[in-house]
């Protein structure tokens, strides 16, 4: 008789196991308690683009910052006090981000302007959230769902002893294109509901999610 898990992390732990083992790529990677705003992922996972590294000295802004960055016009003059007033900082906090943004080699400052010299783009083709739960499949569904904001595929993932009262009800998880699986405690994962891949319903909480998994990802390897 395969015996449940004991706790949400030994989920967590042995999901990851076995997912390392399975993508062995140095273009995808992930992150385990990732907090966007949107409440806390177990894991999330995310696939490198080829061009990834023209973009990950993002992870050297401060996650909530890198999106205002990316909303900046191109190569358009701007004064620090008219960042600091379309941000709702003070000029004194605006000028420290434009420094972080001139470090990190995205702006420039010249003669008292500040001018983008380089715009981010998307260093992720797919951003996967993940929720585990030993049981309390209903709690993980409106978690999961919310972290449609900044990802493209969100998932319950449920210990396989759980899996019953979730499997009849695949209905909710398809209104909430939400995926759900399962996992024994050997391993083993059944896929019961595939969501459909989507762009996430947030920029800034996509962007957020992109700079805390450049900061603290992890490559599977």
């Given at each position: 008789?395969?015996?449940?898990?004991?706790?949400?992390?030994?989920?967590?732990?042995t999901f990851i196991t076995v997912f390392r083992i399975a993508k062995r790529s140095p273009?995808?990677?992930?992150?385990?308690?990732?907090?966007?705003?949107?409440?806390?992922?177990?894991?999330?996972?995310g696939v490198l683009n080829a061009r990834w590294c023209d973009y990950k000295r993002i992870a050297e802004?401060?996650?909530?910052?890198?999106?205002?960055?990316?909303?900046?016009?191109?190569?358009?003059?701007?004064?620090?006090?008219?960042?600091?007033?379309?941000t709702g900082v003070t000029v004194r906090?605006?000028?420290?981000?434009?420094?972080?943004?001139?470090?990190?080699?995205?702006?420039?400052?010249?003669?008292?302007?500040?001018?983008?010299?380089?715009?981010?783009?998307?260093?992720?083709?797919?951003?996967?959230a993940i929720e585990a739960k030993i049981s309390d499949w209903r709690g993980a569904l409106a978690q999961a769902s919310r972290y449609r904001s900044y990802s493209n595929q969100s998932w319950v993932l449920l210990d396989d002893k759980s899996i019953g009262a979730a499997g009849r009800h695949i209905a909710d998880f398809q209104h909430y294109?939400?995926?759900?699986?399962?996992m024994t405690s050997g391993g083993r994962i059944r896929y019961c509901n595939f969501?459909?891949?989507?762009?996430?319903?947030?920029?800034?909480?996509?962007?957020?999610?992109?700079?805390?998994?450049?900061?603290?990802?992890?490559p599977i390897d």
């Open positions: 008789m395969v015996p449940k898990f004991q706790t949400e992390e030994e989920l967590v732990q273009l995808t990677v992930y992150a385990t308690e990732v907090n966007c705003d949107d409440g806390i992922a177990d894991v999330v996972i802004i401060p996650s909530r910052w890198v999106y205002p960055l990316v909303t900046l016009p191109y190569r358009k003059a701007f004064r620090v006090d008219q960042f600091a007033k379309i906090h605006a000028k420290n981000m434009l420094q972080l943004y001139q470090e990190a080699g995205f702006c420039k400052e010249q003669d008292g302007a500040w001018k983008k010299i380089k715009t981010p783009r998307r260093p992720f083709n797919n951003i996967i294109n939400v995926g759900l699986a399962s969501p459909v891949p989507k762009t996430p319903s947030s920029p800034l909480r996509y962007w957020y999610c992109c700079a805390e998994l450049l900061k603290r990802y992890r």
